[in-house]
């Protein structure tokens, strides 16, 4: 109903002139009053006008006019007091209005609630203005319909306007509307494009009532002024927000300051998760937060201030403000203060204190403090540690004195929940680490360790430690890069691992750097992948400088007994070979996934190699691309290089959704059976003939026609069912997960009720203390994971299961019409050519099908399922088959055979020309001149031997050379043997006697 000017309304008269002077009648209250002029009594009569963005103040002597504005999100406080309206602006002058009553205020309180729930439809009034007024809320209109994520684009569209930037007409909505559908409470810098348009400011103060929102991701950015105080506001004003990471953003010490105290000032604040990394914080500005923390209803869960440039008094004030919060015992997870060098061990004492008492203390990150860790471990011996699962304590010094404590690391071996302890660069002494291993074999709780002992300079001193492996049956990664380990470590280190079956993760980077030999060291962690039953599924072996040494490590992924999962090899400079032994492993390997392989000098054809092995592997999933080694290939050349990463990808994306791609090569176009090859091949010998268009011909010509024709609607038909499926049970399969997250969320509020009455009736204390996640949070969470363990799980298996069932009914469909129109085909060519033209057909036709391996059915014409042949498990075999693996298959050609009979065959290694031509002959043949075999031997040997020249002299002068008579084939006998010599003649043996004689004197 219209109300009166006493109750909130303007008269027709005075809401004429505030609708001239405004252009609007679209007003939430009005009211006519006076205003208190400057710091005396002195007061004017004004007009009181709020309309759903702003308060207008108009005066109406003579030219009525604006005399003052302010928009509805800079009022702070409105208070009534003595017929008194005060009005507290964020930015400007306080308002006082007089003759203002109670009824009035509350009118007025009102309006200002109903413009405030068009912007933010889910937060009450008292979240924006501080107010004692006692007002009831209008109920909201039924016709007003919220958008995507607590309509956030409606609220953009009005923050833009209240900072008179521009807005972005698209891009916004669609990145709303994925965070809805997915679920999505984060607000990530980058998927909004924060930092690109002038419409950023915008963007954060839409999210300061924003409830859908609940976590702040900006990291590595730049934030321009106004963005970081639209934050502090944020901060200062949010009912909602939980997560608040700025990580980078080049803020100044002043800022964090700032931000403590806005932080701090906030009735209703929900922050429990700071992440400030990487950002300069000096003591101010961390006894600022700390003073915060301090007053937090909620407590804080994780704070990360790494790389902060924390001092010991910065840490001391910052922990002690954690520590004086009563929450903090129940509530603090993660403290991470890693990479800053002064907090020194007088800063960390309240940390300590903390963890000394109940606590619920899961990650201890104190890397690059300047602690000494022989003291911190010490300590934590008399810690409450049920909880602890990380303790990172690397690159810090061990100890200042030499004789090391008994109580040094006894609280390993009672942490439970111990997953993660990093001693990395601390120098561990070997008694230290000793007394290390001691703790976690006693340690019978705590299971799936990752020991991280990397640059320790443990060198032959590791020896000892490698002998105590086996009593670890906690430890499952174990990291000894950069340790100097030579190669009798690494073969002593491959048999222990043997008798150890826990141990599943094994990082050996940049070691065997100064070792003479690696041959040894190699062929151990080859046997120790390769054997049966060996459990490591995890090696890393970067920067060794192995070079061709490598190979029979990779050789070893193609044994049946290898297990590995992640293999990286990367700067070891193994060239082709290496690629080559890599491809042929790749092509029988089952089990690897992930594989990094950069900076190993790989060619084009090296990339060539590996393509080829990718293609016949099922298993591997992740590789990084390799960008030096690429870079370097595609400079010679870049053709056979892209080509062959575009295979690699082609590859990986099939073992990522084999289903998925496998179809999208069925209907990539061309002929994709051995069958649909053959009645192409058929349909090409009848088009070749002159009669092909008549009779039988063209019949069984145009039956073949539509058969393949059909092949293409049976493809697209297969698709759309295979999509419909799809479609169908992702939807089932959401409303599933609705009704599941609905069900538990009632559960869930039904049994807070339960609690909080048996509380309440026992003990008498008030439960509006304890916090609890709303009926919302409830639902959202538990749709999260119901949707999420729905599609991942039985899910995919329902669709793939579907998909396998559509494809095989398609298949024998369409092998079915392919047959019949094949047989068809072969009867027309039989019944009508000739005998000696069908033979050949036939004769070419079976070739082919032998070629193709096509078997004809015998019986019944049964369409029989084609099925992968078995692949070779000889890595070797492969390569020796072929040097260079080709990525795709030759062409099938269908050319008649060529006629050989009747054709002697070439010798084609005989007949090769060699390199460099055949050298022309030096002597002359004897034989075509018609001289027998003896009398040349009798010449030569004269003419080497001097001293039957002498003897020959002696007897009269030069021997005399006889000519032979020429050799008939008539007087040759059957019997000789024509592949011997014929013996010398009488003659010529008696003349060699004499040469020996006279040498003999001689």
């Known amino acids: 109903p219209a109300m009166d000017s006493s109750k909130g309304m303007l008269s027709p008269d005075y809401q004429a002139v505030a609708c001239g002077i405004l252009g609007h009648t679209n007003f939430m209250f009005g009211h006519y009053c006076k205003i208190l002029m400057g710091k005396g009594d002195k007061t004017e009569a004004r007009l009181l006008v709020l309309t759903t963005k702003r308060l207008y103040v108009l005066t109406t002597k003579q030219t009525p006019k604006v005399d003052t504005s302010v928009h509805i999100l800079d009022i702070n406080s409105v208070q009534n007091a003595n017929d008194e309206l005060t009005v507290r602006p964020e930015n400007g002058n306080t308002l006082h209005f007089r003759g203002c009553d109670a009824d009035t205020a509350r009118y007025f309180i009102a309006g200002l609630d109903k413009c405030f729930s068009i912007i933010y439809p889910v937060v009450p009034l008292s979240h924006f203005i501080s107010t004692k007024i006692d007002y009831s809320a209008p109920k909201q209109e039924q016709g007003i319909s919220r958008g995507p994520c607590d309509d956030y684009y409606r609220t953009y569209q009005f923050t833009c306007e209240y900072h008179e930037v521009p807005q972005r007409t698209n891009g916004v909505q669609d990145v709303i509307k994925v965070c809805h559908d997915t679920r999505n409470r984060t607000f990530t810098a980058d998927d909004f494009g924060l930092m690109e348009t002038k419409d950023s400011i915008g963007m954060i103060t839409a999210l300061h009532y924003n409830s859908w929102f609940t976590r702040l991701h900006i990291c590595d950015v730049k934030l321009r002024t106004d963005i970081l105080d639209s934050i502090l506001l944020l901060c200062r004003r949010t009912a909602t927000l939980r997560d608040l990471v700025l990580r980078n953003i080049a803020a100044k010490p002043d800022f964090f300051t700032r931000l403590g105290e806005h932080v701090g000032a906030n009735e209703h604040q929900t922050i429990n998760y700071f992440d400030l990394s990487h950002n300069p914080i000096d003591d101010k500005g961390a006894a600022a937060l700390g003073t915060a923390f301090e007053t937090l209803s909620q407590g804080v869960a994780e704070v990360h201030f790494e790389s902060t440039g924390l001092t010991s008094k910065g840490a001391l004030s ?3 403000g954690l520590k004086q919060n009563k929450n903090t015992s129940g509530l603090l997870r993660v403290v991470n203060l890693r990479d800053n060098q002064h907090v020194g061990a007088e800063g960390l004492q309240p940390l300590l204190e903390i963890m000394a008492g109940p606590n619920v203390v899961s990650t201890f990150d104190i890397t690059a403090t300047g602690c000494i860790v022989e003291q911190v471990m010490t300590s934590l011996c008399t810690c409450v540690c049920e909880s602890l699962w990380q303790i990172r304590l690397g690159k810090n010094k061990f100890a200042v004195t030499k004789k090391l404590r008994p109580t040094f690391a006894q609280f390993l071996q009672t942490c439970a929940s111990l997953g993660e302890v990093d001693l990395s660069e601390t120098k561990l002494p070997i008694e230290a680490l000793m007394a290390v291993c001691d703790a976690l074999g006693s340690n019978a709780l705590a299971r799936n360790i990752k020991l991280n002992l990397s640059n320790c300079e443990l060198g032959a001193s590791s020896l000892q430690f490698i002998e105590t492996l086996p009593r670890l049956q906690c430890i499952q990664t174990l990291d000894l890069s950069d340790n100097d380990l030579g190669e009798e470590q690494i073969v002593q280190l491959a048999r222990v691992f043997k008798e150890n079956s826990t141990i599943t993760d094994l990082y050996l980077d940049r070691n065997l750097g100064k070792a003479k030999t690696r041959t040894l060291a190699v062929r151990a962690l080859a046997d120790l992948i390769s ?14 400088k192995l070079r061709t040494d490598l190979v029979p490590l990779l050789d070893a992924l193609a044994e049946p007994g290898c297990r590995l999962r992640v293999l990286n090899v990367s700067a070891n400079h193994c060239g082709d070979a290496g690629a080559r032994a890599l ?15 950069d900076e190993n000098d790989f060619t084009h054809l090296g990339f060539r190699e590996i393509a080829a092995g990718i293609k016949g592997n099922t298993s591997l999933r992740i590789l990084p691309l390799p960008l030096v080694d690429m ?18 990808q082609a590859a990986l994306a099939m073992n990522h959704s084999p289903s998925r791609h496998a179809v999208a090569a069925r209907f990539g176009g061309g002929l994709h059976t051995p069958r649909e090859k053959l009645l192409d091949i058929l349909l090409s010998e009848i088009s070749s003939r002159s009669d092909a268009k008549e009779g039988e011909y063209a019949r069984a010509a145009q039956d073949a026609h539509r058969a393949a024709a059909l092949m293409g609607k049976l493809r697209s038909m297969e698709q759309g069912i295979r999509d419909r499926n799809l479609h169908e049970i992702q939807s089932k399969l959401r409303g599933f997960a609705e009704d599941v997250s609905y069900t538990l969320t009632e559960n869930m509020q039904f049994c807070l009720e339960e609690l909080t009455i048996a509380l309440r009736d026992e003990t008498g204390l008030d439960t509006t203390q304890i916090w609890h996640p709303s009926a919302e949070e409830y639902e959202t969470m538990f749709e999260e994971v119901v949707s999420k363990a729905l599609q991942q799980g039985a899910g995919s298996q329902i669709t793939t299961l579907a998909s396998e069932q559509v494809q095989m009914a398609a298949q024998r469909v369409a092998d079915y019409v392919l047959y019949r129109s094949v047989d068809r085909l072969q009867s027309t060519l039989a019944g009508r050519s000739n005998p000696d033209s069908w033979k050949q057909s036939m004769a070419a036709t079976a070739k082919l099908a032998n070629e193709l391996t096509l078997k004809e059915p015998e019986g019944e014409r049964a369409q029989p399922v084609p099925q992968q042949a078995p692949r070779p498990r000889d890595s070797a075999w492969i390569r020796a088959q072929d040097a260079d693996l080709v990525l795709q298959e030759a062409a099938v050609t269908f050319d008649a055979p060529k006629e050989t009979a009747g054709k002697a065959l070439d010798h084609a290694t005989k007949n090769r020309p060699k390199v460099g031509g055949r050298r022309p002959p030096t002597r002359v043949n004897r034989a075509a001149l018609g001289y027998s075999d003896n009398v040349k031997q009798v010449t030569s040997l ?30 040759i006998d059957d019997k000789q043997d024509l592949t011997k010599p014929p013996p010398p003649p009488k003659e010529a043996a008696k003349d060699t006697k004499e040469s020996k004689e006279s040498k003999e004197s001689k």
Do not use: Y
């Not at 060996?534 to 890393?540: F, G, W």
């Not at 491809?583 to 392989?597: C, F, K, P, R, Y």
């Not at 056979?640 to 295979?647: G, K, L, M, Q, S």
């Open 631 to 648: 870079v370097a290939a595609q400079k010679t050349n870049a053709k056979e290089t892209t080509d062959a990463f575009n295979h690699i």
């Open 318 to 320: 910052l922990l002690r």
């Open 942 to 971: 004269t003419a080497s031997d001097p001293l039957a020249k002498t003897a020959a002299g002696s007897v009269g002068g030069v021997m005399p050379v006889q000519r032979a008579r020429p050799v008939s084939f008539m007087q």
């Open 531 to 544: 054997f049966d039953g060996s459990p490591l599924k995890v090696l890393s072996v970067t920067d060794a």
């Open 583 to 597: 491809g042929a492993a790749l092509h029988v390997n089952e089990s690897l996934e992930e594989l990094s392989l």
